[in-house]
């Protein structure tokens, strides 16, 4: 028997996976401000909070990014059954295109994708070019919002799950999210964390792509809590929350659309929020502490090395070798070359032995990275 939906005209209809949904404009009618969802919603903030005053008072937190940045990659790619480690990602970064693995590649493009949008917040804000050259990093063969209608399939049972909104609709329910996402004066006025859930449930229901439709609202979903002003760093990632718990996640989209059961989705995403950014806290005390105790190594033993240098530049790229860390630090190939081998032979960092050319790391952060 098909579920009921209520729709934003407040009439109830039956809800049939295999017919295109209506999607029903933001904001809500519902009631989205109930006792439960107020009492989760001022952990999440005070917990957000603390992490966004705690980066305040690290002096280099745009290093915490690229860690963050890798393991999001890795989560949000394994949501979309695309299944790699940290460690072949960092490995596979510095071979040949033609060498890297197929999975690899993929999270790579996330990585890319996430640091593009970044890049560009400023510059477009949360909008559909934002949105487009997001998907293209993640997509390359992407040919922009979908021309034609698609379905999410049950991958074990070929059920259709979800059918998206006609492909003609899409310009017009995306202007209306933008709109919503970008309203300085919200009507009625809601918490910055419930509309960054509303927006990213939304944007999973119109799914506009034809593929790449989770990684890009996810990507959206980091940047919305940076353009808040929630963050000022994206150093909160979402996607190893939503991994842990997919399919309590999968559940609680469809309880919106089968039922504009809002409440529960929104409690869901308040609760990441919460557990991820007290992760995010601990993991950011955490490097912190491997990244001074690496620069005094450095530092108290090899006095004529750059160890700041050396530090930044190996919490920026996670894996290194010789002709990358003489380019970023200015300096001799041949001197990079051999801080690199001098750092291994103290047992400081690690030569991965690649097939080509010599590939380091700092195995305390990664496994720090692995963790």
Known sequence: MPCIATFH??????????????????PPREDLETATILKTLVKAGRQIGELKGNCSTVPKPMLLMSLAMTKESVESSRIEDI?????????????????????????????EAMHWGMENLDRYSISTRLILGIHQKLIPYSTGYRKQQNAIMNQRTDEVVYTPPPAPEINQLLQNWENFVNAKDADPPLDPLIRCALAHYQFEAIHPFMDGNGRTGRILLVLQLVQEGLLDHPVLYISGFLNKHRSNYYETLLEVTRNRNWERFILFMLSGFAIQAMKTTTKLFEMMNV???????????????????????????????????????????????????????AQLFLDLKGKKKHVYCYPELFRLTAK
Do not use: C
């Open 9 to 26: 005209s407040g009439h109830h209809m039956p809800y049939n996976p295999a017919e295109p949904f209506e999607v029903p404009p933001l």
């Open 83 to 111: 299944v790699t480690t940290v460690e072949s990602v960092l490995e596979g970064q510095v071979l040949p295109e033609s060498e890297i693995k197929a999975p690899d590649k993929e999270v790579l493009r996330y990585r």
């Open 291 to 345: 990244y001074e105790k690496l620069k005094r190594a450095i530092s108290d033993n090899h006095p004529k090395m750059k160890a700041e240098g050396i530090a930044d530049h190996i919490f920026a790229n996670l894996v290194t070798y010789p002709a990358q860390l003489a380019r970023d630090l200015g300096i001799h190939y041949q001197t990079a070359s051999r801080h690199l081998a001098e750092l291994a032979d």
